[in-house]
């Protein structure tokens, strides 16, 4: 009944911001639809742009000019865009941003710590919702893709977390993260700015040398009884093979799975690498694997042969080539 008492109230948000979208001056385009034909910045974009997002046809004809964001990948791509004044609320962030970004992310709302509800989507008339995961889309969630579509909401995936058949990168490669941010760019009319950001990154990867050593690495992301760990196809997998690394999961065919620790200490990885979140620290991670039996005996744990990554930079987004760059450092320190 609560849902159902505050749904009238977004109904009349949206309708509201579609009736001044329809007062704009006849004299000339809306400032959205001149952004979309000349870009922000003098950037060239066209409209409208139809994209098959996850087996779902959304087409933009214009830019976005408010958007909610679920997920710190979707958040640290438009904050590296400079897209910061088109956001209107984000949900759901790992962590915080990175430290270049922290003064584009000062004063934005934030809407939920987990996903937001429908209600608190619609509360701050969205024309976008930009999701990590397609499960934030969902009645209990964000709403779904049809019920805000209905209400004059675009919903768009970030593409590397596609589930279906077709659409999950397999394996995910910096080639599709890079496509990504362009692709980005051209939603939101900034397609330069991707450009710019794809071949900084680019340069940046280029100039990593990957460890030669030839180590063998489980990617421990969360989990006590049974670790949950990167597999075969996902970001782990192309964040470990870029840093010369050697999932001991990487025959899994999927993007993680869960793993005994039987299997762990049979394959008894040289390095470990920690995933650090604030729900479940690296150092909570250590303290597990010394007071496990089946693991404390280790040659990994024993040495202490960890390597730290933060969560944020565990999913396709700006943060895996500084991630590449981060494992690679700490492997040389490991091995110095």
């Known amino acids: 009944m609560h849902r159902h008492a505050r749904l009238p109230l977004a109904l009349t948000a949206v309708a509201a911001v579609a009736l001044l979208a329809g007062c704009a001056s006849p004299a000339g385009p809306s400032q959205s ?16 742009l139809t994209l098959d997002n996850c087996g779902t046809e959304v087409t933009f004809d214009a830019a976005p000019e408010r958007v909610v964001t679920v997920k710190s990948s979707t958040l640290e791509l438009m ?46 008339e969205p024309d976008l919702v930009y999701a990590g995961w397609e499960s934030n889309l969902s009645a209990e969630g964000a709403g779904e893709r049809d019920a805000l579509g209905a209400l004059g909401v675009a919903t768009y995936v970030a593409p590397a977390a596609c589930k279906g058949e077709g659409y999950m990168p397999d394996p995910l490669t910096f080639d599709e993260v890079f496509r990504e941010f362009e692709e980005a760019g051209a939603i939101f009319g900034v397609p ?15 100039a990593i040398t990957p460890s030669q050593d030839g180590l063998s690495a489980l990617w421990y992301s969360s989990g006590d009884d049974q670790p ?35 299997a762990v200490v049979e394959a008894n990885p040289d390095v470990i690498v920690l995933v650090d979140a604030p729900w479940n620290t690296a150092d909570a ?15 990994a744990v024993q040495g202490e042969r960890y390597v730290v990554v933060g969560f944020p930079a565990t999913e396709a987004g700006v943060r895996n080539v500084d991630a590449v760059a981060s494992i690679v450092d700490q492997l040389d320190a490991l091995e110095g």
Do not use: C
């Open 33 to 48: 639809t001149a952004d979309a034909a000349n870009g922000a910045g003098g950037e060239a974009s066209a409209y409208p």
């Open 228 to 262: 949950f760990v990167g597999a075969g196809i996902g970001a782990p997998q192309m964040i470990m093979d870029a840093s010369g690394l050697e999932n001991v999961a990487a025959d899994v065919h999927d993007t993680w799975t869960a793993m005994s620790w039987e």
């Open 285 to 299: 991670k250590i303290a597990a694997l010394e007071q496990n039996p089946a693991t404390a005996s280790l040659p």
């Open 79 to 124: 904050l590296a865009l400079g897209l910061e004044d088109k956001i209107v609320g984000t949900a759901f962030s790992d962590g915080p941003v990175p430290e270049a970004s922290a003064s584009q992310a000062d004063g934005l709302e934030v809407l939920s710590d987990k996903v937001p509800s429908q209600e608190a989507t619609l509360a701050v």
């Open 192 to 206: 330069d700015r991707a450009a710019d950001l794809v071949a900084s990154q680019r340069e940046a990867l280029e």
